[in-house]
C-alpha cells in the first residue's frame, strides 16, 4: 500500500541523488563544469543534508573563473 510505495520513492530519490552526484563527478572530468553543477545543484534540491554533493560543488565552484 502507501507505506511500500513510499519505502520505494525514498529509495529511488537517494539513488537519483547518487547517480547525480556521480553524474557530475564524470561530467566534471571532462570538463563539463556547467553540466556537473546543473547535477549537483539536482542532487541537493533532492537531499539538501547530501555532504558529498555539497562539497563536490564547491570545488566545480572553486574551478570556474
Known sequence: ???EAF???V???AGA???LTNRAAAQAALGNLVEA???LNR???LDP???QAKEALRRIESLQP
Open 1 to 3: 500500500g502507501a507505506r
Open 7 to 9: 519505502r520505494k520513492g
Open 11 to 13: 529509495a529511488l530519490s
Open 17 to 19: 541523488v547518487k547517480f
Open 37 to 39: 553543477q546543473t547535477d
Open 43 to 45: 542532487a541537493i534540491a
Open 49 to 51: 543534508d547530501y555532504q
